[in-house]
């Protein structure tokens, strides 16, 4: 009987450590959730906005709502969506001949998710996930041709682990890993020919 409770004993006291770590590691877990936007719908060329240090005013105020901009007055080229003047929520980017061109996801006026990129015949222009402004996992880029030209690996914004470039005919243009700040391997001349432009920029 004595073995027989020592044995429960045990069993009791590392569930309670894997309950007991379970519960810190979800603390850890933050999951994010756009603010609602208020269904307003205001065109860009309103007089009445205001941008002072990427801060969205409307009338000396805070801007809520959506602001929109259309080709030539008929096809939407994009909707951006704002909580007190910052982006909140889904932003997307249209081309002229209706291909969506942008899908992006802010919280608190910072790129948080999965944020996409398509060429104007809807080939993947660029994919990569962002938290808290910072890119974390992969980040991948294609050229016009539908061509893989960058494929790089991120933690909290920093360049990590396996990292690789490539020409538009498709040989490598550099092929490195980083490991704790160093770099290991073919570093290559310079970066993708337009690297942030088309993922940093709205």
């Not at 991120?154 to 470039?165: F, H, I």
């Amino acid at each position: 009987m004595e073995v027989f409770n020592k044995r429960y004993l045990v069993i009791a006291i590392i569930s309670m450590i894997f309950i007991s770590c379970t519960s810190i590691q979800n603390k850890n877990i933050t999951i994010k959730i756009a603010k609602t936007v208020a269904p307003i719908y205001i065109e860009r060329t309103d007089s009445g906005f205001a941008i002072h240090n990427d801060t969205v005013y409307y009338q000396n105020k805070l801007f809520t709502g959506y602001r929109y901009s259309l080709f030539n007055n008929t096809d939407t080229e994009f909707v951006r969506s704002y909580f007190n003047g910052v982006e909140e929520g889904e932003q997307r980017v249209w081309y002229s001949n209706k291909q969506l061109a942008e899908y992006r996801f802010y919280i608190n006026g910072k790129k948080e998710g999965t944020q996409k990129g398509w060429w104007p015949d809807g080939r993947s222009k660029f994919i990569y996930t962002a938290a808290n402004d910072a890119f974390v996992g992969e980040l991948k880029e294609w050229n016009a041709a539908g061509l893989l030209c960058k494929w790089f690996h991120y933690v909290n914004g920093q360049e990590e682990g396996s990292q690789k470039m490539w020409w538009d005919d498709g040989s490598i243009r550099a092929n490195y890993v980083i490991r704790n700040g160093k770099k290991y391997g073919l570093l290559g001349i310079k970066l993708c020919s337009n690297p942030y432009d088309s993922i940093i920029k709205k």
